[in-house]
Nanobody, 125 residues
Framework: VQLQASGGGSVQVGGSLTLSCAAS?????????IGWFRQPPGKDREFVAV????????RYGDSVKGRFTIQKDNAKNIVYLQLNSLTPEDTAIYYC??????????????????WGQGTLVTVSS
């Protein structure tokens, strides 16, 4: 299993970006929970969002709720994270990850077995 995160870049405050997480094998996105996490400079990695394997339910971290949207395209085997109303506090390396074992969506990093390489988002004022 390989995950490829992309779409990061530099934006100004209030701007938007769309991150993508592409899985290496067909049906991975359909069959497993996919989460996004981020690690701001000098801080610990934190939960951002997760989308469920079966029904596509979603869950968000408190700091991004209402601004970020996670979606998936099962046919393309890609999960997207739409980032809106960005602030400097959103500056971080963003990682996507796959949880093979949990029955329910998890916000804890330990539940995720496979991780992408990360993509950097920089928000400047």
């Amino acid at each position: 299993v390989q995950l490829q995160a992309s779409g990061g870049g530099s934006v100004q405050v209030g701007g938007s970006l769309t991150l993508s997480c592409a899985a290496s094998a067909p049906t991975l996105i359909r069959n497993y929970h996919i989460g996004w996490f981020r690690q701001p400079p000098g801080k610990d990695r934190e939960f951002v969002a997760v989308i469920a394997r079966s029904d596509g339910n979603t869950r968000y971290g408190d700091s991004v709720k209402g601004r970020f949207t996670i979606q998936k395209d099962n046919a393309k085997n890609i999960v997207y994270l739409q980032l809106n109303s960005l602030t400097p506090e959103d500056t971080a390396i963003y990682y996507c990850a796959l949880d093979r074992h949990s029955a329910r969506m998890q916000i804890y990093q330990g539940a995720y077995e496979y991780w992408g390489q990360g993509t950097l988002v920089t928000v400047s004022s």
